[in-house]
DNA sequence: ATAACTGCAAAACATTTGCATACAG
DNA sequence: CTGTATGCAAATGTTTTGCAGTTAT
C-alpha cells in the first residue's frame, strides 16, 4: 500500500525543509530511503530496507540507511518499533493512524488495532506523574488462530 | 525492597518443583541467581545481575546467568521488558501487582503504574482479533518534571 | 571551497553457542 | 555412572563508528 503521489510529495517537503532548517544535506540517498520506506506500509528492519534499495539498483550503504531513519524520526516521518529482543522495526508515520500492536508468538504476524481508551490513559498517567509524555508503546503477545500458523494447536508442555 | 523470608521460601520452591517438573537440575548457581534477582524489586539488566553476584563473592558466568533467566521466565518468576533498543532488563514478578511502565527519556528514570482500563482493552482485543494473549508491554516515554532531571527545561530544537 | 555525507570495514555491544570439564541425580 | 550444567572464550547479529574519499551548498 503505497501512499499517493501529492502526499508523497508533501513528505519530501517535509523532510527537505527539516534537513534544511537542520543545516543537513539534502543528499540523493537521503530521499532515496524516504522513497523506499513510504513506498509500503510494513514494519521493516533497516537490513530489509537496504537489501530492497540494493535491489532496486540503489548503492546506499546500511550506514546511511541507520543515518537516515535516525533523521527521519527526528522530523517525525518514521516511528521505530521495538517487538521483543529482535532487531528493531520501521515504520512510516504521516498521515497514518496512531496504533497500537497485536504479535503472534508463534507466527510473529504482526496485527494493529486503536483504542480510544488508550489516550486517555496515557492523559491521566501524564497528569498523575506530571510527565510530558511524547508517545507510548503497546503491545500485546499471543497466539493467533490462523490455519496455517506453525504452532497451532501445539499444546504448551512448559508451567 | 526485599521479599519476606517465607516468601522466598515458597519462589525457592517453586522454582525447585519446575526444574524437577521439567528434568533440569537444581544446580546452586541457578538459586544464586533466582536469590540476587528476588533481592531487590529493581529493573536490572543481565549483565549487572552478574557484576552484582561476582562482587557478592559468587562464581557463575554470565552465560550461567542468561540461561537461569530464561528459566525463571518459563516459570514466570521473572519477566523481561525490553525499554527502547538497550539491553532488556529483568524483574522479579511473583506476588507483585501487575504495572506498566512510564520512562523518563532525559534521565531514564522509571516509574510504574496501573489502570484497569488495559485489562478491558486487552480482553477486547482478544475477542476481535481471536487471540489467546499472554501478556502485553505498555510503555510510556516522555519528559519528567523533576528538579534533578538533566534536560529539564531545555527547550527542544527539533521539529 | 569546505563542511557534511558517503561507503566500507572495523568496532562495539548484548546475547548465544561450542566445547571441555564438573557435578547433580 | 551418565547426561546436564557450568565457565570460558569465541561466535553471532545488530547497530555504531572511524576514516578517506565525495559531494551538496
Excluded at 100 to 127: G, K, T
Aim: proline fraction near 3%.
Amino acid at each position: 500500500m503505497s501512499v499517493p503521489p501529492q502526499q508523497m510529495e508533501e513528505v519530501r517537503r517535509i523532510f527537505g525543509a527539516f534537513l534544511q532548517k537542520r543545516g543537513r544535506r539534502q543528499t540523493p540517498e537521503r530521499f532515496i530511503v524516504l522513497e523506499e520506506i513510504y513506498a509500503t506500509n510494513d514494519h521493516v528492519d533497516a537490513d530489509e530496507l537496504y537489501i530492497r534499495l540494493k535491489d532496486g539498483g540503489h548503492r546506499v550503504s546500511r550506514a546511511t540507511v541507520y543515518n537516515t531513519l535516525e533523521l527521519l524520526m527526528d522530523c517525525n516521518l518514521v516511528v521505530r518499533h521495538q517487538f521483543g529482543r529482535n532487531q528493531a522495526k520501521y515504520e512510516r508515520a504521516f498521515s497514518y493512524w496512531q496504533h497500537d500492536h497485536l504479535i503472534c508468538m508463534d507466527c510473529n504476524e504482526l496485527f494493529e488495532f486503536c483504542d480510544p481508551r488508550i489516550q486517555s490513559i496515557q492523559e491521566m498517567v501524564a497528569d498523575i506523574y506530571q510527565f510530558d509524555i511524547k508517545h507510548h508503546s503497546l503491545n500485546m503477545y499471543g497466539r493467533c488462530a490462523r490455519e496455517h500458523c506453525p504452532n497451532r494447536a501445539v499444546v504448551t508442555q512448559e508451567a
